[in-house]
C-alpha cells in the first residue's frame, strides 16, 4: 500500500508540474520528448539492421500498392537473402565501380564534391542528377519511402552516418545487395541472378555483373537479360572501368576480402570531405 501511494504522490507532483508550464515550455518539452524518442527508434532500427535482414522495406510496400492499383501490371514478390560471401565479387565490383567510382572503402557516406555538383547542376534546370552513394542509398532502401521530399533527404543523411559508425562497410554492402531493386518486384541480387540468368548471384560472370550494375539506376525500365543497346554500352563501360580502378573485393578461402584499389587519385580528397561543410555551402547557396 505504502509503495502504491508513493506511485501515485509522484505522478500527481509530474502532473502538477506539467500543469505550472507554460504554453512554450509545454511545446519544448515534447519537442525534445518527441526528438529523443525518434532517435531512440532509429538507434533501435539501425541495431537490430545490422545483424538481421529486414522482412520488407518501405520500397517494397510502395510497389506492391502500385502493382495492386494497376490491372495490367503483375503482383510480383521476389526475394532472396544471401551472405556476402555467397555473392560473386564481381557484382560488389561492378556496383562500387557504377555506383560510388570505386571509392566505397574510402568515403564516410557522401561525396560533398559531386553532391555540390549535382546541387548546381539541378538548380539550373535540366535533367535531374543525383549524388548518392551506396551507403546512401541503403540507408534510404532501407528505412524510408522514396520521396523527392527535402526531410527525406536530411532523414538520409542521418541515417547513413549511423549505417557507416554502426554496420561498417561489409554490413552495408550486405544489405545493399540484398534489399536494391533490380526489376519490378525483383528485389535482391540473388532474385536478380536467378530470374534473368537462372542462376545463383554466387555464380555471376562479369558481364552479368556489369549488366545488373548498369540497370541499378532505372531498374523498372532494365533487362539485364535482354539489354538494350543502351544498357548493353552501360555495361560495357562498367567492365572497362571494373579492370581500371582494380578490385574492391575478391574472394578468398571462400570468403569476401576487401581489397585497396588501384586508382588512388581521389582518395585524400574524399577522406577530407565533410557533411557539416556542406550543409554551410548550401546554405550560403539559398542566401544568395
Given at each position: 500500500m505504502a509503495t502504491k501511494k508513493k506511485k501515485k504522490s509522484k505522478q500527481h507532483k509530474r502532473l502538477k508540474k506539467w500543469r505550472q508550464l507554460s504554453f512554450l515550455g509545454k511545446l519544448w518539452r515534447l519537442c525534445w520528448v518527441t526528438l529523443l524518442s525518434l532517435v531512440g527508434l532509429s538507434l533501435i532500427q539501425v541495431l537490430l539492421c545490422s545483424v538481421v535482414n529486414p522482412p520488407l522495406t518501405p520500397l517494397m510496400v510502395q510497389r506492391f500498392v502500385e502493382q495492386a492499383k494497376d490491372p495490367d501490371r503483375p503482383i510480383r514478390f521476389e526475394r532472396?537473402?544471401?551472405?556476402?560471401?555467397?555473392?560473386?565479387?564481381?557484382?560488389?565490383?561492378?556496383?562500387?565501380?557504377?555506383?560510388d567510382g570505386g571509392l566505397f572503402l574510402y568515403h564516410h557516406g557522401f561525396f560533398i564534391n559531386r553532391m555540390k555538383e549535382v546541387y548546381l547542376k539541378n538548380k539550373r534546370g535540366g535533367k535531374q542528377a543525383g549524388a548518392s552513394t551506396i551507403s546512401q542509398q541503403t540507408a534510404k532502401n532501407c528505412f524510408l519511402p522514396h520521396t523527392?521530399?527535402?526531410?527525406?533527404?536530411?532523414?538520409?543523411a542521418y541515417y547513413t552516418v549511423l549505417i557507416e559508425k554502426i554496420w561498417g562497410k561489409r554490413r552495408i554492402m550486405e544489405c545493399y545487395l540484398n534489399i536494391i531493386e533490380f526489376g519490378d518486384g525483383i528485389y535482391g541480387c540473388e532474385a536478380a541472378a536467378q530470374h534473368y540468368f537462372h542462376h545463383s548471384a554466387r555464380d555471376l560472370t562479369r558481364r552479368e555483373a556489369a549488366l545488373l550494375a548498369a540497370c541499378l539506376p532505372h531498374p523498372l525500365r532494365s533487362n539485364p537479360a535482354h539489354p538494350s543497346s543502351y544498357l548493353s554500352r552501360r555495361g560495357s563501360t562498367i567492365q572497362s572501368r571494373m579492370a581500371s580502378y582494380g578490385k574492391v573485393a575478391k574472394l578468398q578461402d571462400g570468403k569476401i576480402v576487401f581489397a585497396e584499389p588501384k586508382n588512388k587519385k581521389y582518395i585524400d580528397m574524399v577522406e577530407r570531405e565533410n557533411l557539416f561543410d556542406f550543409a554551410l555551402w548550401l546554405l550560403e547557396q539559398k542566401m544568395k
Open positions: 532472396d537473402y544471401v551472405r556476402l560471401d555467397n555473392i560473386s565479387p564481381h557484382l560488389i565490383n561492378a556496383v562500387s565501380v557504377s555506383e523527392r521530399r527535402m526531410w527525406r533527404k536530411a532523414v538520409e
